[in-house]
């Protein structure tokens, strides 16, 4: 028998993951669209990148997270804020838990095909990402009027992932060059004629590195990533779930302002990386104190047949 009340069932956390810290670009998204809802966001930084590893290490470790948040943080959905892990699992994470509410992302490539004056957009993802069934499909569907422009971008999420704690010239430099040579490969950027007006962030962890991207493409180019409608849809999905947490009544909430609800009650960030990692991501790009972080108590299920 399920003795969970509704309301209670509604106060549960959405789940967010990510082969990192890359997902924090949608989380961010998500307390933005709701306000009210509590998050646990897990990296899975010991074992990112997932964009050059194979399908069948993707959809294990997916997986996996999928049933410890599930288990251990009781998740009424789960934001899958990774494009290759979508790529590669959501099909196969519908199948076994059928009654998860789930929301993927992928690379924004109808939003492009629609806005592009050019008619030419750049899409960077990673390799996983680029060579799924799911990626080809979408640009074929939506590759009518518009010319995609495609790289895949070996090294970039990891660099990023690097960066959190290796502050400093050498990795600054580094995800520098890869922007420069893979916006390179793409081709000609800008408004006139057969350039590329758009580029479509095609992976969660580009959201960080914009700034380099700007510097290397001008104002003039629109940079495209999929956090807000994200944030959306999952919003439209837990409404028609009926399962969106609303605020409680002011009397029932302990003489205490909104200011010191501290982030932590609302959200917890966990890795299976390092715990510094984390932190520096959290409070670099979010904001966050190190208090809402820790290390995931989850087996370390590294698929040994692959
Ligand atoms: N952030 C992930 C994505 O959106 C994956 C990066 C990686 O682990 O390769 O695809």
């Known amino acids: 028998m399920n003795t969970r009340s509704p309301l209670l ?10 082969s990192g810290i890359g997902g924090l670009s949608v989380l961010q998204a998500l307390r933005h669209e709701l306000p009210h809802e509590h998050f646990v966001y897990l ?4 074992h990112a990148p997932y964009g050059e590893r194979g399908d069948a290490f993707v959809q294990a470790r997916t997986l996996a997270i999928a049933q410890y948040l599930r288990a251990q943080h009781g998740i009424k959905a789960l934001v899958i804020a990774c494009n290759t892990a979508t790529a590669a699992a959501v099909d196969l994470l519908r199948a076994e838990l059928p009654d998860l509410l789930l929301i993927g992302v992928e690379p924004a490539i109808k939003p492009a095909a629609l806005s592009s004056q050019t008619q030419h957009v750049g899409v960077m993802a990673t390799r996983g990402t680029v060579e799924s069934r799911r990626f ?41 060059a890869l922007c420069r040579d893979y916006t ?3 081709g000609r ?22 700034d380099e991207l700007r510097v290397l493409l001008g104002l003039d180019v629109q940079l495209i ?9 999952t919003r439209r999905l837990l409404e028609r779930a009926q399962l969106l947490n609303h605020p409680q009544p002011a009397a029932q909430i302990a003489p205490r302002s909104v200011q010191a609800l501290g982030a932590s009650e609302h959200l917890q960030l966990i890795t299976t990386g390092s715990l510094a990692a984390l932190q520096a991501a959290a409070a670099r ?22």
Not at 190 to 208: I, P, Q, S
Not at 286 to 301: K, W
């Open 136 to 176: 080809k499909k979408l640009v074929q569907e939506h590759g009518q009027q518009v010319q995609f422009h495609v790289q895949a971008c070996d090294g970039l999420a990891r660099a990023i992932e690097h960066s959190t704690l290796q502050e400093g010239d050498v990795v600054t430099t580094e995800i520098a």
């Open 43 to 46: 990296a899975d930084s010991a």
């Open 184 to 186: 390179t490969a793409l």
């Open 285 to 306: 790009w979010l904001d966050l104190p190190a208090s809402c972080c820790t290390v995931a108590a989850m087996p370390a299920v590294v698929p040994s047949a692959i």
């Open 9 to 18: 069932f509604a106060a549960s956390p959405i789940g967010v993951f990510d």
């Open 225 to 233: 990533d999929t956090g807000a409608p994200v944030a959306r849809q």
């Open 189 to 210: 950027f800008g408004l006139k004629t057969g350039e590329m007006d758009t580029l479509v962030l095609g992976c969660t962890h580009y959201v960080f590195v914009k």
